[in-house]
């Protein structure tokens, strides 16, 4: 348990913070770009919201539907802690993410309940999966800016087993939840 309070040490708050504020500049973007029709800006979330669609209507077993939920994840997220290894590059992905995950749900949900979308069961695990990944990002970064002398970079390898422990759990949770949200959604629909 130690080990783990450790890891989840390494995150500094107000950093955590921030990276949560950048997703929310993306996700707050998103009705925006969503109304004025900026093409580029939509090009891959809609084809994601197509396909999510397309397999939504999929009877799929619950397996598959969690394995691809945790895969789109883990892969989105990985690429997401590793933009700390170009200079400034975190901020971008942070407010893209944010735009992406907006653009996908003010589609889906027709731009009913936007923000009220955002306190789901799946959200609760995959929001701070998501200011993690960043945090640890962000905070590698900083090793391109000694000057703002935020915090003391270790190596990537410490951040590497930090995002493991902290980031992998909560995005297998987030699955678990989601998948079942899905199978129970399917239940509750007229055959």
């Given at each position: 348990m130690d080990f783990i309070f450790s890891q989840i040490g390494l995150l500094r708050f107000t950093i955590f913070l921030a990276s949560a504020l950048f997703f929310f500049i993306g996700y707050g973007l998103a009705p925006v770009v969503y109304h004025k029709n900026i093409r580029?800006?939509?090009?891959?979330?809609?084809?994601?919201?197509?396909?999510?669609?397309?397999?939504?209507?999929?009877?799929?077993?619950?397996?598959?539907?969690f394995l691809f939920i945790f895969s789109m994840n883990?892969?989105?997220?990985?690429?997401?802690?590793?933009?700390?290894?170009?200079?400034?590059?975190p901020v971008v992905f942070a407010v893209w993410t944010g735009l992406n995950v907006g653009l996908v749900s003010f589609h889906t949900l027709e731009g009913n309940f936007f923000y009220a979308s955002l306190f789901n069961p799946v959200s609760l695990f995959e929001l701070p999966a998501v200011f993690s990944a960043f945090t640890l990002a962000f905070q590698f970064n900083t090793r391109f800016f000694p000057e703002w002398k935020i915090v003391t970079v270790p190596s990537l390898e410490v951040y590497m087993q930090a995002f493991l422990t902290i980031v992998l759990p909560l995005l297998l949770i987030g699955g678990i939840v989601e998948t079942a949200l899905i199978k129970f959604m399917d239940k509750m629909e007229p055959k």
């Amino acid at each position: 348990m130690d080990f783990i309070f450790s890891q989840i040490g390494l995150l500094r708050f107000t950093i955590f913070l921030a990276s949560a504020l950048f997703f929310f500049i993306g996700y707050g973007l998103a009705p925006v770009v969503y109304h004025k029709n900026i093409r580029w800006l939509l090009a891959y979330p809609m084809w994601m919201a197509e396909k999510i669609e397309k397999w939504s209507k999929q009877s799929w077993h619950p397996g598959i539907i969690f394995l691809f939920i945790f895969s789109m994840n883990l892969i989105s997220l990985s690429v997401d802690f590793f933009s700390g290894l170009i200079p400034l590059l975190p901020v971008v992905f942070a407010v893209w993410t944010g735009l992406n995950v907006g653009l996908v749900s003010f589609h889906t949900l027709e731009g009913n309940f936007f923000y009220a979308s955002l306190f789901n069961p799946v959200s609760l695990f995959e929001l701070p999966a998501v200011f993690s990944a960043f945090t640890l990002a962000f905070q590698f970064n900083t090793r391109f800016f000694p000057e703002w002398k935020i915090v003391t970079v270790p190596s990537l390898e410490v951040y590497m087993q930090a995002f493991l422990t902290i980031v992998l759990p909560l995005l297998l949770i987030g699955g678990i939840v989601e998948t079942a949200l899905i199978k129970f959604m399917d239940k509750m629909e007229p055959k």
